[in-house]
């Protein structure tokens, strides 16, 4: 157990430098619309170079691209809903007082005309302070998908998500939530379900939630969002996943 774990922690530590969520801190201190950055945080884990080259090779260009142009649909229209909510009252107070900060202290660069080189000290410190502040998160966040990875029983899925259960997409989703990887990551995983018979559109339901919608990102969101936003954020993208699962059964 203990070198599943550090295995699985060491790939999760390699791969946080491209992680979504201080980037979402950044869009919101620079005053970007909330559901603007929200979609950035639904679309940026599902579609990335990656991924698309190995579903590429995997599926074909055909599913590739349904897996795209839905992946980004599902971004748009999720930070178009969200965004129309107003739930920029619901953000964490360590991102409001960041926000706060950052425009008393722009409205003071500009005022007095400080150059971008005497400004980036400060700007390294914020960015240390956003990292340093989110970090036990994600370390949090991490430790719970390594301490679940693995323990599933044997043929779990190809029973449960066979395409004789008209509930399979719900349920790939709902074991999807205690997991954590990136796409490239859970790609070769769909590769065997497909394989051993599981329809196509309940893997990639399973592999949007595994990749946008676990308990491991809620620990780490909880750091810049209320429980409540949370909530409505991932009640949200679960609806979506599974309509998108189901059409993708219909035509796949």
């Not at 790939?11 to 950055?37: C, N, Q, R």
Request: with cysteine; glycine share 10%; hydrophobic share 55%.
């Amino acid at each position: 157990m203990i070198q599943r774990f550090a295995d699985w922690l060491i790939y999760e530590v390699a791969g946080l430098g491209a992680d979504s969520i201080p980037l979402f801190i950044g869009f919101v201190k620079g005053g970007i619309p909330l559901g603007v950055t929200l979609a950035f945080l639904i679309t940026s884990p599902l579609v990335n170079e990656v991924a698309v080259a190995m579903f590429l090779g995997t599926f074909g260009w055909q599913v590739t691209l349904i897996y795209v142009v839905s992946g980004i649909l599902l971004g748009m229209a999720g930070g178009i809903i969200l965004g129309r909510m107003h739930l920029e009252p619901l953000l964490s107070d360590w991102v409001r007082q960041i926000q706060a900060q950052s425009s008393a202290q722009s409205a003071e660069w500009e005022a007095e005309h400080i150059s971008f080189l005497q400004r980036l000290p400060s700007i390294l410190r914020d960015a240390w302070k956003i990292v340093s502040g989110v970090l036990l998160y994600v370390i949090i966040g991490i430790a719970i998908g390594a301490a679940m990875h693995g323990y599933v029983p044997e043929g779990f899925f190809e029973t449960w998500l066979s395409k004789d259960n008209w509930f399979a997409v719900p349920l790939a989703v709902i074991c999807a939530v205690p997991m954590y990887a990136n796409a490239a990551g859970i790609v070769p995983v769909i590769e065997v379900f497909v394989a051993k018979g599981i329809p196509l559109g309940t893997a990639i339901a399973f592999m949007m939630s595994v990749v946008g919608l676990s308990l491991p990102e809620a620990t780490m969101l909880k750091k810049v969002m209320t429980w409540r936003l949370v909530g409505i954020f991932f009640g949200t993208i679960t609806l979506f996943i599974i309509l998108l699962g189901y059409l993708f059964n219909c035509i796949l």
